[in-house]
């Protein structure tokens, strides 16, 4: 079955670009929407934005001026940059996969990556 | 914007049934999914589409949604499913519910 694995620095300055990579085993990274979901510490999801394997992309409303997020196809890896970090952004940043049908799902996720904002 | 709202907390015996809801303007006319988490884990889908359960996700979860409502209905609660747990949706973005902490006494 598929295997979903982030990975990027677990401490970034605030100010400064937040750097993950969703690296897809065990499956294609094709006809699927790729998502960035993230967790503060002790609360709930909040989505980020997700990337089809062609390149479109739709980013949540609230993060949309930070984000961005691209598609490596030949790495089978997604990655997501988020700028101007700052305290608040401190979470667990999970990717995500999720079937394109009406109904709209996130059958497999990663285990999920924590990045800090500190100096 | 869209908003899900759940309990934040539920509480119940093991061996009956933990109902766990969550509002949202006309959710029903949306599709419900719901998602397990366990402490230091990452999310479970255990409900698509409103009712269907994922492969592997044993027959005591079972969803519902109408009206403003949808629910996840765990029935002969095990100590096993004692997490928090996650409604989610469509609009323009996906939205998550705030979670419920599922107890099990």
């Known amino acids: 079955q598929v295997h979903l694995q982030e990975s990027g620095p677990g401490l970034v300055k605030p100010s400064e670009t937040l750097s993950l990579t969703c690296t897809v085993s065990?499956?294609?990274?094709?006809?699927?929407?790729w998502s960035w979901i993230r967790q503060p510490p002790g609360k709930g999801l909040e989505w980020i934005g997700y990337?089809?394997?062609?390149?479109?992309?739709n980013y949540n409303p609230s993060l949309k001026s930070r984000v961005t997020i691209s598609v490596d196809t030949s790495k089978n890896q997604i990655s997501l940059k988020l700028s101007s970090v700052t305290a608040a952004d401190t979470a667990v940043y999970y990717c995500?996969?999720?079937?394109?049908?009406?109904?709209?799902?996130?059958?497999?996720w990663g285990q999920g990556t924590l990045v800090t904002v500190s100096s | 914007s869209y908003d899900l709202t759940q309990p934040p907390s539920v509480s119940v015996s093991p061996g009956q049934t933990a109902t766990i809801s969550c509002s949202g303007d006309?959710?029903?006319?949306?599709?419900a999914s719901w998602y397990q988490q366990k402490p230091g884990q990452s999310p479970v889908l255990v409900i698509y589409?409103?009712?269907k359960r994922p492969s592997g996700i044993p027959e005591r979860f079972s969803g519902s949604n109408s009206g403003n409502t949808a629910t996840l209905t765990i029935s002969g609660t095990q100590a096993m499913d004692e997490a928090d747990y996650y409604c989610?949706?469509?609009?323009?973005?996906?939205?998550f519910g705030g979670g419920t902490k599922l107890t099990v006494l």
């Open positions: 995500a996969r999720e079937t394109p049908t009406v109904t709209r799902f996130f059958d497999y």
């Open positions: 589409q409103d009712n």
């Open positions: 989610q949706a469509w609009d323009s973005s996906a939205i």
């Open positions: 065990d499956g294609s990274i094709t006809n699927y929407y």
């Open positions: 990337i089809y394997h062609s390149g479109s992309t």
């Open positions: 006309k959710l029903g006319d949306k599709y």
